[in-house]
């Protein structure tokens, strides 16, 4: 599927004549593994353009500007590879899991509390910590602080980046992280947060202000 700075294609599938065209690409000239399984998935199709919707909408609604593409140029490189499973569907259903649960993350950033250390403009070096609610249960989710690999530098989306969600809990102190060790200090305000390492290239800390 063609993709130009992490906006993902809308995808619908119509059939007049017997060619197949899609409202950003033609599928008669369909070349990715994935241009041809949207194009010939009907359940995958549907799920992309749900996806390619709920981006349009948090790209438009989120107050740091280039964080949402960004996320989106890693889920992407994921997303590509789903459709090099050589059973057709079973590559098509990794392929709408994927996209299921991406439309969900997406849709989680507009009404997510959102952190961050200053910035107004994202770059992946930058972090962002959210804090977003499914099913009445409470999660931190931090995305950021991306350092390229040493042996393999290519730029961005490629190397290291946090990119990780943790279970909270209600304390006498506040939310808590439900299992490991970091230590974080979470009020409506700000997240005072402890270093951590997301591996042994890259990681986070400091104090992070709410601005939404």
């Known amino acids: 599927m063609r993709q130009l700075v992490g906006l993902l294609c809308l995808v ?5 004549g ?4 899609a409202a950003s690409f033609d599928c008669t000239k369909a070349k990715s593994k994935l241009e041809v399984l949207i194009c010939s998935t009907p359940s995958l199709n549907a799920a992309d353009e749900s996806m390619g919707q709920a981006y349009q909408a948090a790209n438009s609604g989120f107050p740091i500007k280039g964080f949402v593409r960004a996320s989106q140029a890693i889920f992407l490189s994921e997303y590509r590879a789903c459709a090099n499973d050589r059973a057709k569907d079973k590559g098509a259903a990794t392929c709408i899991d994927l996209a299921q649960r991406r439309t969900l993350e997406l849709q989680e950033l507009l009404t997510a509390k959102i952190y961050v250390d200053g910035i107004t403009n994202y770059t992946p070096e930058d972090a962002v910590l959210l804090i977003v609610e499914r ?8 995305f950021g602080a991306w ?11 490629d190397g290291f980046i946090c990119n990780e969600e943790f279970a909270l809990v ?12 970091w230590q974080i200090k979470i009020s409506e305000q700000q997240i005072d947060a402890e270093f951590y390492s ?9 104090t992070f202000k709410r601005v939404k």
């Not at 619908?12 to 007049?16: C, K, N, Q």
């Not at 017997?18 to 065209?21: C, E, K, Q, W």
Request: charged share 20%.
């Open 12 to 16: 619908m599938v119509l059939v007049a």
């Open 18 to 21: 017997g060619a197949a065209s």
């Open 135 to 142: 099913m009445g249960k409470a999660y931190l989710r931090i």
């Open 147 to 157: 350092m390229p690999d040493a042996y393999r530098p290519k730029p961005f989306p």
């Open 170 to 181: 209600q304390s006498k102190n506040g939310l808590q992280i439900k299992e490991g060790d």
């Open 198 to 206: 997301c591996s042994p290239r890259n990681g986070l800390s400091g």
